[in-house]
């Protein structure tokens, strides 16, 4: 189970969905990748894998706090052997004059001893681009586009160079479009320019996944660098072609069945997972929680986890405490929307943590906040991702969980297709 195989990367995403997203992405390019929530424990057995993506909280935190859970992640990712650290940043570049991206890059750069970082958070297939230093937000300014208002990061300044020259005490430089066009020796000697001028950061514009291949390349020749899920397609689209990492789709898809029963829990109350829930009804018994008697203690959870075991043998189960726009608000109003929300994750903790004690080692769950709250509960230290479900939404295999092989599937509310439920449990034998 264990391997001393090295990291051929490493990332630190400072935030949770962005790590999921980067992770998917290094898995649909062929990497072998495990997400970790949080720093692990120096312990923590891994199966054999190529990249590692450590999720933190740390976007929008103080900026020395964000430094230190960094410190501490490059420190377990350099351990493990990675010779390359992808700090993962969102794709709209979210951060104040404050940081955290400058604090964060500076520290990390400090430790690398590199002589100069490469930066963009291009990612074109989501429409995120750069040129001449200016992200673009499909086929508007950054400043222009609705991270204008963003309520934590409102951004106002879309020169890339500009903003993050303001946040770091490191000299940021531009390698623009038309050298990289010329190809990695150019953003070699652009670079090498830069370096001699004192620069120390350079953004880097990328409008096609070539630019990114490109960028990739010369990004390996160096220890750490800046970016979204983009360039972590370039550097493992570049590990590949380097034959550094071996593209194996079976092997990235493939879980290692657990068995047993199968359970699905949903807490969104998105219009797709409403449609999903009444999909399922017609090939699953699914049992409605009362919202109010939730709200109200501990024993809905419990009935509902009575109610699951006496189903368990005879095939999936779903359980949901979703209800329509209307009885959401009508709840919210008489218990207010944070502990009417926290009431009924916890009450789905409960239950995922009695299903796991009564043998449910596949676990589908529909809702973002409710897969944190089920994630947590199980303290589970990571996923290795596989296939895809839906678009955005692998299999995950938990990886040094106390309690034994098992499956999951995570989804934010609106993902997924009309019968994601049957699907999910298809791709999770
Ligand atoms: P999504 O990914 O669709 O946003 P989340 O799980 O992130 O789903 O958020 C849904 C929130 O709504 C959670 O806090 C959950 O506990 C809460 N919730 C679930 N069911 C109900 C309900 N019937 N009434 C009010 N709130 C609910």
Redesign the pocket.
Known sequence: MTSAAKLLLGCIADDYTGASDLANTLTRAGLRTVQTIGVPASDLALPEVDAVVVSLKSRSIEASLAVTRSRAAETWLRGRGASHILFKICSTFDSTDAGNIGPVMDALRADSKDSIVLVTPAFPETGRTVYQGNLFVGPVPLNESPLKDHPLNPMHDSNLVRVLARQSKTRVGLVDLATLARGADAVRAKLADLVSGGVGAAVIDAVFDRDLETIGQVALDHRLSVGASGIGLGLARALVAASRAKPDPKGATRVTPVGGPAACLA????QA?LRQIASAEKVMAVLH?D?ERVVAGKDEAQRALAWAKERLAAGPILIA???TPA??AA??SRHG?DA??????QA?ADIAEGLVLSGVHRLVV????????VVDRLAIPGFLVGAEIAAGVPVLRAVGAGKGEMVLAL????FGGPEFFSDALALMP
Do not use: D, F, Y
């Not at 989804?411 to 609106?414: A, I, L, P, V």
């Open positions: 807490g969104s109350c998105s997972t929680l919202p405490s979703s209800s009885e959401v709840l919210q929307r009417a929300g926290h009431a009924i994750e789905m529909a809702g973002g906040e409710t897969s944190g709250a989804k934010s509310g609106n």
